[in-house]
């Protein structure tokens, strides 16, 4: 079993960066491909980024791409998100979580599990 806690989020101005965190515990990390989705109020859970296990695949929502690079430290069992240019319809919740079922890089969320408790972004001028 995994335990997801995200961190890194933040009140932001349009155009400004943010790097988000997500810390994993537990023995199945290294081998676990691993997501970003956002959900905002009002609107269902979007798919953001992926990232395989050993960091050869990974894929971006067509919203985010150019400007958000997935990344994991294995040795930190830590996965990142690196969002540039940061746009008011940025502003959700953003959480991690392990894939356990579907092909690599999925986009559908009921292919992941452990999900972590979310960090919130705030884009606002």
Same mark, same amino acid.
């Given at each position: 079993?995994?335990?997801? $806690? !995200? #961190? @890194? @989020? *933040?009140? %932001?101005? +349009? *155009?400004?960066?943010?790097?988000? =965190?997500?810390?994993? #515990?537990g023995r199945t990390f290294r081998t676990s /491909?691993? @997501?970003?989705?956002?959900?905002? +109020? *009002?609107? !269902?859970? !979007?798919? %953001?980024?992926? $990232?395989?296990?050993?960091s050869f695949n990974k894929d971006y929502a067509n919203s985010v791409k150019g400007r958000f690079t997935i990344s994991r /430290?294995?040795?930190?069992?830590?996965?990142?998100?690196?969002?540039?240019g940061l746009k008011p319809e940025d502003t959700a919740l953003y959480s991690c979580a392990r894939r356990t079922s579907g092909p690599v890089l999925s986009r559908i969320s009921r292919n992941y599990d452990s999900w972590g408790q979310g960090t919130q972004v705030?884009? =606002? #001028?």
């Amino acid at each position: 079993q995994v335990q997801l $806690v !995200e #961190s @890194g @989020g *933040g009140l %932001v101005q +349009p *155009g400004d960066s943010l790097t988000l =965190s997500c810390a994993a #515990s537990g023995r199945t990390f290294r081998t676990s /491909d691993m @997501g970003w989705f956002r959900q905002a +109020p *009002g609107k !269902e859970r !979007e798919f %953001v980024a992926a $990232v395989s296990w050993s960091s050869f695949n990974k894929d971006y929502a067509n919203s985010v791409k150019g400007r958000f690079t997935i990344s994991r /430290d294995n040795a930190k069992n830590t996965v990142y998100l690196q969002m540039n240019g940061l746009k008011p319809e940025d502003t959700a919740l953003y959480s991690c979580a392990r894939r356990t079922s579907g092909p690599v890089l999925s986009r559908i969320s009921r292919n992941y599990d452990s999900w972590g408790q979310g960090t919130q972004v705030t884009v =606002s #001028s």
